[in-house]
């Protein structure tokens, strides 16, 4: 069970997953009927598997592969 909000662990751990080369963003998502974390990237890659874990402090974490984002 978590003890942490899923807003707090994904605030905490944002910068250091920003700082993967190829990661684009972050966020919140639903698997399975309850919140996830979402992280985007441009390409999945194993580099990025490797250092994106699969589960954070009892929350999910999926990687989402968004390609690069353009402001429109």
Do not use: N
């Given at each position: 069970?978590?003890?942490?909000?899923?807003?707090?662990?994904?605030?905490?751990?944002?910068?250091?997953?920003?700082?993967?080369?190829?990661?684009?963003?972050?966020g919140i998502?639903?698997?399975?009927?309850?919140?996830?974390?979402?992280?985007?990237?441009?390409?999945?890659?194993?580099?990025?598997?490797?250092?994106?874990?699969?589960?954070?402090?009892?929350?999910a974490v999926e990687?989402?592969?968004?390609?690069?984002?353009?402001?429109?």
């Amino acid at each position: 069970m978590t003890h942490r909000s899923i807003d707090k662990v994904l605030s905490e751990h944002t910068q250091d997953w920003m700082s993967i080369p190829g990661v684009v963003g972050t966020g919140i998502g639903q698997r399975d009927d309850r919140p996830c974390i979402r992280i985007m990237v441009t390409r999945t890659t194993p580099e990025i598997e490797d250092r994106i874990p699969v589960e954070v402090e009892g929350w999910a974490v999926e990687i989402v592969e968004t390609g690069r984002f353009r402001a429109r």
